[in-house]
C-alpha cells in the first residue's frame, strides 16, 4: 500500500471522529470573534448606558471608583472576585461575583452598573447555559470552551483539538505534489474546469493548502488555554520560557487594605501610558489585588495582558507581568490569545478569522461528498 493511501486511511479517521467537533469550534469561534459587539446588540439596556460624555472614563477615576464600589458593598452580601472597567461612559461596568461552590460550581454572577450613577443596569449568571438574549453569549462562549460540560468538556475539546492537528498535518502530506513546477502549479489552484467532482476535489486539496497553517494555529493555541501544561514543555524545547516568581506576602498586623485610589495610583505609576481594564481579586489571598492593564502598543486588544499584583494593606508590588518586554517562549505564548481571536491584526484578522471559522463546515461537506463519490 502506498503511503498516500495510508495518509489518506489516517485522513480519513481524523475527520470521521473529531469533523463534528471542528465544525462545533469554528461555528462558535466566527461568532466569538464579535463576542462584545453581538452581546451589546443584543443586550443594550444591560450593557450600555447613557452617561456623561464630558466626563473621562471610569478607569481615570479612580475615586469615583471607590465611591461606587463603597456604595454597592451595602446591598451586595459577598465581595467582587473581578471587575471589569468599561472602555467609555457608554458601556456598563462588570462586577463579578463567585457562587458557592454548593450552589454553582463553576458560575459567576455578574452584576452590570451605570459608571456614571452607580445604578443597577441588571445581572446574569456567567457559565450558565440558555437561550435569552442575555445568556446568548455566555452559552456560546462555553459551548466553544468546554462544550457545556465543564472540565470533562474542555478534556475532550482538547484531545479533539489533537485530532485536528492531526488532520491538517496529514492533510498537507496529501496536497504534498511531486517536485515539478506543473504539479506544484495544479496542486495550488483549481486549473481549468473538467467535471464538478474534479472540481470539488481541487477545491479541497487547494483550500486545505492555504488554511492548514491557521488551523494548526488555532487548534495548538486553543490547547494551550484549557491546558497550558500540554503546550508549555513543547515550547520550552525550542526556546526558554522563564518563569516570574511573585514576591511573598509580608505579614502585616495591620489587615486593613488601604483606599482603592491609593492603591490604583501605585499601579498607574508603573504604566503611566497604559488603560486600566480589569480588577482582580484572587481567591487564595484576601489581601491581594491583580491590575489588569493595557498598554498602547500591546499586540493584545480588550483587557491587555499588562499585570500588577499588588498588597492590598501596604500598596508594594509583588509582582509585574510587562508583554512588551517579554522574550523567547514568554513572547510566542503571550502571541497566541490574539493569534486566536485575530485581534493580532485588527479588525482585517477578525474578519479573517470569523471566516476562516465556516471553512471547517464547507471541508466537512466537499470531504464527504468526496468520500461518498469514491465509493460508489
Known amino acids: 500500500m502506498s503511503y498516500k493511501k495510508i495518509f489518506r486511511r489516517l485522513h480519513l479517521c481524523f475527520a470521521l471522529t473529531a469533523g463534528l467537533f471542528f465544525v462545533l469550534l469554528g461555528l462558535t469561534g466566527s461568532v466569538l470573534s464579535w463576542r462584545h459587539e453581538i452581546d451589546q446588540w443584543l443586550n443594550p439596556g444591560l450593557l450600555t448606558v447613557s452617561a456623561n460624555t464630558q466626563k473621562a472614563p471610569l478607569a481615570q477615576r479612580p475615586d469615583d471608583l471607590q465611591r461606587l464600589l463603597a456604595k454597592l458593598s451595602e446591598t451586595q452580601t459577598s465581595a467582587p472576585s473581578r471587575i471589569e472597567l468599561p472602555e467609555d461612559n457608554q458601556h456598563a461596568m462588570v462586577v463579578w461575583y463567585k457562587l458557592s461552590a454548593d450552589k454553582e460550581?463553576?458560575?459567576?454572577?455578574?452584576?452590570?452598573?451605570?459608571?456614571?450613577?452607580?445604578?443597577?443596569?441588571?445581572?446574569?449568571?456567567?457559565?450558565?447555559?440558555?437561550?435569552?438574549?442575555?445568556?446568548?453569549?455566555?452559552?456560546?462562549?462555553?459551548?466553544?470552551?468546554?462544550?457545556?460540560?465543564?472540565?470533562?468538556?474542555?478534556?475532550?475539546?482538547?484531545?479533539?483539538?489533537?485530532?485536528?492537528?492531526?488532520?491538517?498535518?496529514?492533510?498537507?502530506?496529501?496536497?504534498?505534489?511531486?517536485?515539478?513546477?506543473?504539479?506544484?502549479?495544479?496542486?495550488?489552484?483549481?486549473?481549468?474546469?473538467?467535471?464538478?467532482?474534479?472540481?470539488?476535489?481541487?477545491?479541497?486539496?487547494?483550500?486545505?493548502?492555504?488554511?492548514?497553517?491557521?488551523?494548526?494555529?488555532?487548534?495548538?493555541?486553543?490547547?494551550?488555554?484549557?491546558?497550558?501544561?500540554?503546550?508549555?514543555?513543547?515550547?520550552?524545547?525550542?526556546?526558554?520560557?522563564?518563569?516570574?516568581v511573585k514576591k511573598s506576602e509580608q505579614t502585616s498586623a495591620e489587615n486593613r487594605a488601604l483606599p482603592l485610589h491609593q492603591i490604583l495610583s501605585v499601579a498607574q505609576q508603573q504604566f503611566p501610558e497604559a488603560k486600566m481594564t480589569r480588577l482582580t481579586f484572587p481567591a487564595k489571598s484576601a489581601n491581594v489585588l491583580e491590575v489588569r492593564m493595557r498598554q498602547p502598543n500591546e499586540v493584545r486588544k480588550g483587557a491587555g495582558s499588562t499585570r500588577i499584583a499588588i498588597d492590598m494593606r501596604d500598596a508594594s508590588i509583588l509582582q509585574i507581568t510587562d508583554p512588551e518586554r517579554l522574550q523567547g517562549g514568554n513572547l510566542v505564548l503571550n502571541w497566541f490569545f490574539p493569534l486566536h481571536t485575530g485581534e493580532a491584526f485588527g479588525i482585517a484578522g477578525r474578519i479573517f478569522i470569523s471566516l476562516t471559522g465556516i471553512m471547517p463546515l464547507l471541508f466537512m461537506l466537499s470531504g464527504i461528498w468526496l468520500w461518498l463519490r469514491r465509493r460508489s
Do not use: C
Not at 170 to 175: D, K, P, T, V, Y
Not at 193 to 209: C, D, E
Not at 211 to 234: D, E, H, K, R, S
Open 105 to 244: 460550581k463553576g458560575v459567576s454572577r455578574q452584576l452590570m452598573l451605570n459608571p456614571d450613577t452607580g445604578a443597577i443596569l441588571g445581572e446574569r449568571y456567567w457559565g450558565k447555559s440558555g437561550f435569552s438574549r442575555e445568556q446568548i453569549m455566555p452559552t456560546i462562549f462555553h459551548l466553544h470552551h468546554y462544550l457545556l460540560a465543564g472540565e470533562t468538556g474542555k478534556f475532550i475539546l482538547s484531545i479533539a483539538a489533537i485530532i485536528i492537528v492531526m488532520l491538517s498535518l496529514s492533510g498537507i502530506l496529501l496536497w504534498w505534489p511531486k517536485a515539478r513546477w506543473q504539479a506544484l502549479r495544479q496542486a495550488l489552484t483549481t486549473g481549468k474546469f473538467v467535471s464538478w467532482r474534479a472540481l470539488n476535489f481541487r477545491l479541497h486539496r487547494a483550500a486545505g493548502f492555504y488554511f492548514a497553517p491557521v488551523f494548526l494555529t488555532l487548534a495548538i493555541t486553543g490547547i494551550y488555554f484549557n491546558f497550558p501544561q500540554w503546550i508549555t514543555p513543547l515550547i520550552a524545547q525550542i526556546m526558554p520560557i522563564s518563569t516570574q
